[in-house]
């Protein structure tokens, strides 16, 4: 995903999205964009005194011009010069690093965690340009917090700013929970080897505590798109490698995002009582970071006979969840449950976003507030000392069932007849897109955007992957 910064549909469709509520700023929208999808380009533009362009690189067809500073998203060079004198200022959120741009080629300064030596500093600055420097602030969770704590500026029609919204903030979760001390986010998205390994092919020399550059993420929908698309896209890695990266990340969220426990279950006076019991494995909320990401509990009771005798949850296959209110209608949205009794009741763990008018809403520049968010919190976070960008919203506020590390969820279903022993199966199931978040592309014509929307319509089905499971019988 990091390499592919600059090839994501989603990403080219939702700045066209900006970009079309708000034409007045587009300058300054694929300005910001930019920063962090296309830094090589974006870093060049401003040394140049310009602008970060988006559009002008990914042209009509979406394809990105290949070999070009836009195209590689994210590249190694770009991570590895970063210094480190703002780190954990709110002035390096954003995008807001910084990067050497005065010296000249060859002289220029790029940081990794290990001391060269002379004669390899020499054949490095040689070969690359770059004169390789020690430093272990690589190593921080302050490096990632630069591009990962996104603050958007809601505007109204007239183009003034209105809000400020923390659009996403997986750093500042971090920083408010217990992993705070112990993790790092390198430590999880970056695994270190246990063994001494090689850093490069010339004269390699065998090095500690190597952080493997896999960048473990959730994100393997898009992941899938991109190999399934890969012509039009312009997509350079090969279909095994993205395969890999697709298998290995399903695997990650299914072993280190979450746990769930069925509590309790039992029959009596014609109710079905379960309690279900979620934990948060991850070092920020569940889900984090974009706010088109959703988990949620699908919950199904079946009798002897296979008959379902309650179902709360289900995914559709056009990406929707049944009886999700704002799936139905975008201008609702299912609010957060201590006690689920109905199957049009979901317990979806989300962040809804509310424009100045308070209508909800999934444009990033109309968000001014966070009407819901009752994202599964670390251990160690406290709710009610957290700071207003990364709060918990809505009912979840009030639930002391919702705390650090998890929640618990409470089923009461009505049975109408005697059922024998009952089945009761529950997943915990996580979309990075949610459906009301492409469908409300729909109403933009524009390549990129119906682009998008036409491969969520034809991915929809698979675009869900399962976190947890638990089950358990009743007589």
Known sequence: MMANAARDPYWHAAVR????????????????????????????AAQRGGKGQVFANIGTALVVAPYSLASDGVSCTVCHQIRSENFGDPMSFTGGFEI?????????TIYGPHAVDAGRRRIMQSAGQFVPTESSHLLESEMCATCHTLYTHALDEAGNEVGELAEQAPYLEWLHSAYRATNSCQSCHMPELAEETAISSVLGQPRPRFSQHVF?????FMLGLLNKYRGELGVQALPQEFELTIRRTREYLATSAAR??????????????????????????????????????????????GRVVFESGALR???????????ADGSRYEPHYEVVEQPGQVQIYESVMVDSRDSVTTGLLHGVRYVKDNRLVPLGFDKRTA?????????????????????????????????????????????????????????????????????????????????????ATVD
């Open 387 to 471: 700071d207003d960008d990364v709060g918990v919203y809505g009912a979840a506020a009030g639930d002391d069932d919702f705390t650090a590390g998890g929640d618990r969820v409470r089923y009461r279903v009505p049975l109408d007849r005697r059922a024998g022993r009952l089945t009761v199966e529950a997943r915990l199931l996580f979309q990075t897109i949610g459906f009301r978040w492409a469908e409300n592309l729909a109403a933009y014509d524009s390549p990129e955007t119906n682009r998008f929307v036409s491969y969520y319509r034809d991915n929809a089905a698979s675009s869900a992957v399962e976190l947890a499971t638990a089950a």
């Open 260 to 305: 769930l426990s069925i509590e309790s279950a039992q029959a009596s006076g014609g109710t079905l009582a379960v309690d279900i019991a979620i934990s948060n494995l991850a070092g920020h909320k569940l889900p984090t970071a974009y706010p088109s990401r959703r988990a949620w509990l699908h919950v199904k009771v079946t009798d002897d006979d």
């Open 100 to 108: 050497e741009t005065t010296a000249p080629p060859g002289q220029r």
């Open 17 to 44: 999205r900006e970009v079309m509520d708000h034409p007045a700023a587009q300058a300054a929208i694929e300005d910001k964009c930019s920063t962090c999808h296309m830094p090589m380009h974006r870093f060049t």
């Open 216 to 220: 473990r993420g959730g994100n393997a």
């Open 317 to 327: 296959t056009d990406g929707s969840i049944a009886g999700n209110d704002n799936d």
